[in-house]
Nanobody
Framework: VQLVESGGRLVQAGGSLRLSCAAS????????IGWFRQVPGMEREGVSIIIGSDGSTYYGDSVKGRFTISSDTAKNTVYLQMNNLKPEDTAVYYCAARPGTRIRFPLHPRYDYWGQGTQVTVSS
């Protein structure tokens, strides 16, 4: 299993970014896959998760209404569209996956596989 994130960069507050996570080694169907973020010295925070079997989505309270998760099963890629970005969204964003499992608590960081992370910096 491999997860490769891309799309992170410096953006001004109020701007938008789209992160991508290219997955390989497993199929989305029946899997839980999505995004976490982490700031140095803080715990890893659940941002958004999508369930492959039925497309159910979950969002952290701090991003609801601003971020949207989606997947392209043909490309085995998960996207995170981030709008109206705020300085507090600055973090390293990680893609995470638990293949073949509908995870019980999607926004808890109990995933089997993680990407290397991509830095998102929002300037004020």
């Amino acid at each position: 299993v491999q997860l490769v994130e891309s799309g992170g960069r410096l953006v001004q507050a109020g701007g938008s970014l789209r992160l991508s996570c290219a997955a390989s080694g497993f199929t989305f169907d029946g899997s839980s896959i999505g995004w976490f973020r982490q700031v140095p010295g803080m715990e890893r925070e659940g941002v958004s998760i999508i369930i492959g079997s039925d497309g159910s989505t979950y969002y952290g309270d701090s991003v609801k209404g601003r971020f949207t998760i989606s997947s392209d099963t043909a490309k085995n890629t998960v996207y995170l569209q981030m709008n109206n970005l705020k300085p507090e969204d600055t973090a390293v964003y990680y893609c995470a996956a638990r293949p073949g499992t509908r995870i019980r608590f999607p926004l808890h960081p109990r995933y089997d596989y993680w990407g290397q992370g991509t830095q998102v910096t929002v300037s004020s």
